[in-house]
Each structure stands twice: as structure tokens, then as C-alpha cells.
């Protein structure tokens, strides 16, 4: 049973629901404090990526 492909949109959805989940609460700790903030600014990058993306794509 094959699943249909996310769109961009739906990617889209779940990069911010990814980054919702990790709330804006702080580590206890450095380590931990430095990978919340990595995942944060990375998925909000990959969401910000994959718009621009979608911006350059010539029309078909």
C-alpha cells in the first residue's frame, strides 16, 4: 500500500508543528540549551528553504 507524496504545503505544516513541539522552554543545561536552540533555527530555516524554493520554481 503505497502513500501519496506530501505536498510542499504539508511539509510545510509539519516543520512548524515539529517547531511548535519544541515550545520556547529553556534547557537545564548548556548542552541542552544549545540543541533546542539548533533545532529551532533549523527547522525554521528548512521551512523558510522550502518556501523560497517554491518562489523560484518557473511555472511548468
Known sequence: ???KPLSD?????RLKA???????EHGATVPGETALAAA???LELLSLGLIMAGLK????
Do not use: H
Request: aromatic share 0%; net charge neutral.
Open 18 to 24: 515539529a517547531r511548535a513541539v519544541l515550545g520556547e
Open 57 to 60: 520554481r518557473p511555472d511548468p
Open 40 to 42: 529551532r533555527k533549523a
Open 1 to 3: 500500500m503505497s502513500k
Open 9 to 13: 504545503n504539508e511539509i510545510d505544516d
